[in-house]
């Protein structure tokens, strides 16, 4: 922040236009109190960019189209017939699609294995708090 009128003790005037919030005066001195924390250059001079929650989306959603890809290549070359039996029932599906079915069926099973553990130790944490 700048004052109306700020001589130094030299005599000479400095300029009476206010400095923009950040705006740094190369050379200047460091405020009183804690020196700032040297910045460390970047190879290349180009800062280097975290990565965002979006960014970890979008990759997400690129890998699973791959996925969906290679998926529907798989369903398309196993289109064989298949003859399922489960708990008395029997039908007939693509090979394919039985796997995927059993696939999913598996993934569902960890799925709720993992969240009842997942509860489980939610509720011994609260109760040591």
């Known amino acids: 922040?700048?004052?109306a009128r700020n001589d130094d003790p030299t005599g000479a005037a400095k300029?009476?236009?206010?400095?923009?919030?950040?705006?740094?005066?190369p050379g200047a001195l460091e405020p009183a109190g804690e020196p700032a924390p040297?910045?460390?250059?970047v190879p290349g001079?180009?800062?280097?960019?975290?990565?965002?929650r979006i960014s970890g989306t979008?990759?997400?959603?690129?890998?699973?189209?791959?996925?969906?890809?290679?998926l529907l290549i798989f369903i398309l070359q196993n289109l064989d017939t298949a003859t399922v039996h489960f708990l008395g029932?029997?039908?007939?599906?693509?090979l394919a699609v039985a796997m995927?079915?059993?696939?999913?069926?598996?993934?569902a099973l960890v799925a709720l294995i993992g969240g009842a553990?997942?509860?489980?130790?939610?509720?011994?944490a609260r109760r040591r708090k």
């Open 1 to 3: 922040m700048s004052h």
């Open 15 to 25: 300029s009476e236009i206010p400095e923009a919030p950040g705006a740094e005066v």
């Open 38 to 41: 040297p910045v460390p250059p």
């Open 45 to 52: 001079g180009k800062a280097k960019v975290k990565p965002t």
């Open 58 to 70: 979008w990759i997400a959603v690129v890998v699973a189209i791959v996925v969906l890809v290679f």
């Open 89 to 94: 029932i029997s039908g007939s599906m693509p």
């Open 100 to 107: 995927l079915f059993a696939a999913i069926a598996g993934a």
């Open 117 to 124: 553990r997942i509860l489980q130790l939610r509720k011994q």
